[in-house]
């Protein structure tokens, strides 16, 4: 079996990252009157996800964080520092670049296979960088800092690698159709690693952009640590956002063979808003927050009202930090306006997750799981429900830090508006967490290597099969599947840290192998945990010893 045949070939396709028609919609739906009925199944999921498989049982969120940090090593191309500490991995890829003359050695595998795909790459460093710039000051009392930062920068050091011309980015690297045929460890890579780019001929909107704000982000968190590379990183976003922003296009329109894996489905405009933000965090220059307001509505900043966040769609993302803004009071009054319709599709966002909004009826909210696992789509939902804790969380800080009266309104339509506290959206974002560590109905943890029960036969070609430095003995492309893939026994080699792709609508999880929409781990699942790993721990610490158990 060539892992799933045709179907495999398609490894991050549209069922897991296309916008679905719950996904975005247009502001102005018709009413409804649901609001009761989604209260009470609220109320149901929230009581189901209670008694699920870890009633009672306090998490470790020190040793999630530390174990979420591990699997960014785990995921490193190129060669391996003498830090490394997944000693089961070793070098790989250290000719990629060599045919096109450029030095493109490093940066990560974003899943089980061996392709570098710059735009989910790019997403993974801007999140990991967000967790820090948010909470930093946890990830360090937990002792974890140095990890976190040589996590990001690992990622950052390709990007300036990558970017090899103020209007060039080399965005992928590997092909993978070739890749997705062969099931190997990535030191015996027989696979195309041919690279790709975008330039002034070939655009790429929104690999550029999002390259742009993971620079960007990331310059926020070395400033004080490591202030020259800080300023080489804002240098090469502000590039990058000018490159992006002056000539327009879509990444998979310039790449052909990116649209099977990765395609830019929302397009590149929610990019160009999200770097701006970014860029205006990083500098504070007002010409950043300008060109959000001033493209708000026709790059559909302030129009487009979302159920999801991801690697492709950012608008959420892009709302939460504009709704930051006007919360912060740190805006000139013509922005306010435009803002505050910002933090409107901002809450639309957050009320969605809670199951509040009324206008639009069900598709306007995200589905549940019986127990309570926020449902967005079948392939690798596990992405969404990282991302959404980390937004709500983030959310629930920027109302608490705005003072009692700030609260998140919710409901529309015909009813009357329901007041939510940012101690209740908080709940939420900690529920998916918690859910996530095993606070579930089949009471497993989907971070592998955590708590007594996760997945043992994750989706990786890596972990799968023997380790390189204990059989140097070369595995073939098809030797790896004969051998390897269809084994029914636990990988060898534990991928931990990894969040896998979860369960179903129906918390179900099948953990095999082939069953890789569920249990292959992508880079952009876990980073956001590293924030709200570390944000629990700290509360963790912080809670009076009768209430340890509820934490």
Known sequence: MREGAAARRQPHAEAQRGVSPRAMSRAGAAPSCRLLLLVVVVVVVVAAAIVGGAEGKAHNYEDALQKSLLYFEAQRSGRLPHSQRVAWRHHSGLTDGLEQGVDLVGGYYDAGDHVKFGLPMAFTVTM????????????????????????????????????????????????????????????????????????????????????AAAMAAASIVFRDSNPHYAHLLLH??????????????????????????????????????????????????????DYVVDNADSFGGTGWAINEFSWDVKYAGVQILAARLLLRGEHAARHRSTLEQYRAKAEHYVCACLGRNADGGADANVERSPGGMLYIRQWNNMQYVTSAAFLLSAYSDYLAGAGEAAAVSCGGGGGEAVSVSAEEVFALARAQVDYVLGTNPRGVSYLVGYGSKYPNRVHHRAASIVPYKHSKEFIGCTQGFDHWFGRRSSNPNVLVGAIVGGPDRRDRF????????????????????????????????QAPASTAAEV
Not at 152 to 158: E, L, Q, R, V
Not at 168 to 190: F, K, N
Not at 513 to 540: D, I, S, W
């Open 128 to 211: 990991l960088s967000w967790s820090l710039i948010e909470y930093g000051g946890d990830v360090a009392a937990a002792g974890e800092l140095g990890h976190a930062l040589e996590a990001i920068k690992w990622g950052t050091d390709y990007f300036i690698k990558a970017h090899t011309k103020p209007d060039e980015l080399w965005a992928e690297v590997g092909d993978g159709d070739t890749d997705h045929y062969c099931w190997q460890r990535p030191e015996d890579m027989t696979t195309s690693r041919q690279a790709y780019k975008v330039d002034r001929e070939h655009p790429g909107s929104d690999v550029a952009g999002e390259t």
């Open 510 to 541: 099948r953990d095999n192998r082939e069953n890789y929409m569920q249990t292959e781990a992508c880079t952009y699942n876990t980073a956001p945990m590293v924030g709200m790993f570390a944000k629990l721990h700290r509360m963790a610490r």
């Open 236 to 289: 090469h976003a502000q590039q990058l956002f000018e490159f992006a922003d002056k000539y327009r296009g879509k990444y998979d329109s310039s790449i052909a063979e990116v649209k099977s894996y990765y395609a830019s489905v929302s397009g590149y405009k929610d990019e160009l808003l999200w770097a701006a933000l970014w860029l205006h965090r990083a500098t504070g220059r007002a010409d950043y927050l």
